[in-house]
Every structure is written in structure tokens, then in C-alpha cells.
Nanobody, 127 residues
């Protein structure tokens, strides 16, 4: 059983910062997962926000967050972080962490590529 757990989030004023954490706990500690964050959209759709691959640490970002958000996994293990800076009211939403044992696939920020999902965490940015 693979479990994906998010933490962090909360409420902040526009221009502020928040940090999300995502930890993936699997049956085998030898498996490293690709990790990404998605934002919940209406009608059960999910928009890719940022992701990071294990090994080379390649990062991927949606155009809307480039230059503002930074995704990292400092120890190249199954814990990743999303630093969200210069937040805008449009960034408000439920952020869901996803993980998959595949390393090389495209597009990296496509929801159906990910097998395991967290419950999601609320981020609210007020004007």
C-alpha cells in the first residue's frame, strides 16, 4: 500500500509565501517516486502545477507558476517540497500531491500519468 501525505498550506495574503510538503510511503523503501502537485478544478479535473523527478531532480512547472514556485527534494528521497512565493488570489485551491514509480514520461504534469494520490490540502490567498 502506497500512501501520499501532504502538509503545509493554509491562508495568506497576496504576495505572501507558503510551503507544501509531500511524503510518499511505500511498501519498499528502495522505490523512489516521481512527485508532482496538482490543483483541483471543477468537474473533477486536475491542473498540473509543479513536479520533480528522482535521480537527476529535473523540475517541471506550469507556465502560471514559473518564477514564483520552486519544487525540491533535498535528499532525493520520497519527500518533496513546494515553495510557493509571490502568491496570487488565483493560486487559491486544493493542492493534491501525486506520485508514480515511473521516472521518465511526458508530459510530466498530466494527472493520468500518476498512480497514487494524496487527499489534498487547501491553499487560500486573499487579495
Amino acid at each position: 500500500q502506497v500512501q501520499v501525505r501532504e502538509s503545509g498550506g493554509g491562508s495568506v495574503q497576496a504576495g505572501g509565501s507558503l510551503r507544501l510538503s509531500c511524503t510518499v510511503d511505500g511498501i519498499s523503501t528502495n522505490i523512489r517516486y516521481s512527485i508532482a502537485w496538482f490543483r483541483q478544478l471543477p468537474e473533477n479535473n486536475r491542473e498540473g502545477v509543479a513536479g520533480i523527478r528522482p535521480g537527476d531532480g529535473q523540475q517541471y512547472y506550469a507556465d502560471s507558476v514559473k518564477g514564483r514556485f520552486v519544487v525540491s527534494r533535498p535528499n532525493d528521497d520520497n519527500t518533496a517540497y513546494l515553495e510557493m512565493n509571490t502568491l496570487e488570489p488565483e493560486d487559491t485551491g486544493i493542492y493534491i500531491c501525486a506520485a508514480d514509480p515511473k521516472w521518465y514520461f511526458a508530459p510530466f504534469l498530466r494527472a493520468h500519468k500518476y498512480q497514487y494520490w494524496g487527499q489534498g490540502i487547501q491553499v487560500t490567498v486573499s487579495a
